[in-house]
């Protein structure tokens, strides 16, 4: 298989669940007690990030009002329901929920910085590099989360420097995490390292298909998903403010819009909606809140 064992991995316990009443299950309608199992581990990891999420929204002061129509903005509004209900089985929801996870971490890691927390670190950005190899921009994210300006810089590189034992047992965690697939990948290829996808390759780097990416009938972000408007107008509003790491959201999105552009199948393939962006909502879940509050306040320009 070209695809990695990240989701596999994460739909384990589900799969052992399922394997114990294999035997004595039957199904008139031919659904299996392991596709059962794959629809409730997707489930499972949708919730757990909703409810991360919602916790992550609450340290940034967000009502629970706000967060509750935030959260079912991004789910009922956005094909995250369809990728977590109607497709399960992709990877869309697991890294949802891994990017959930990891925003509530970076908020409790950079306030009080302990080992348990670097252990999560490395477990989480693993799984996410794992699951979606592209998603290693998210170390962006890790080094710059909640910077305020651009002198800080110095001070956040100084934070690593002194925590660089704690930063080698993160990258150690990480490294454990992808052992396996390198393991894999050198039983079936002779190679430690492999790319799996043959001839499939980013061929658009000089002329990325962004327009096409975010407004074509295949697949594109916006026609799919126009609530997503709200998220983009809100983020251009904290980005006036530079605050809730605003422009870093931006730098992160828009480089991911760039890569996805330059993919051979920029519409990502049989998709209702363009797929690669569904972990990504976590992200926007912040400037969603900020346009909504400044909506029930009536107040757009504080």
Known sequence: TKYTYGVALLNTPFFLIANMFADSYESSSGQTIYGMGVIAAALFYLLLGLWLLRLY???????EQIIFFTLMCLFFGTNLYFYSVGEGGMSHVYSFCLFSGLLLLLDHLYQEPKTKYFLL????????????????????????????????????????VKKWSYLLLAIGVAFLVLVPQFIYWHHI?????????????????????????????????????????ISFIGLFMIILKNKMNSRLILIIVAIATYSFASWWAWWFGGAYGHRAFVEFYAL???PTAYFLQKISNNKWLK
């Open 121 to 160: 670190l490395g477990l989480l950005f693993g799984l996410i590099v794992l699951i979606r190899p592209t998603n290693i921009l998210l170390g962006l994210l890790i080094l710059f989360y909640d910077l305020g300006k651009i002198h800080s810089i110095k001070e956040r590189l100084l934070f690593w």
């Open 57 to 63: 929204l609450r340290r940034k002061g967000f009502s």
């Open 189 to 229: 290829s002779g190679d430690w390292i492999m790319y799996s996808y043959g001839n499939e390759g980013f061929i658009y780097w000089k002329k990325a298909r962004i327009a096409k990416v975010l407004f074509s009938v295949q697949n594109g972000l916006f026609i799919y998903n126009p609530i997503l408007a």
């Open 284 to 286: 926007m879940s912040i």
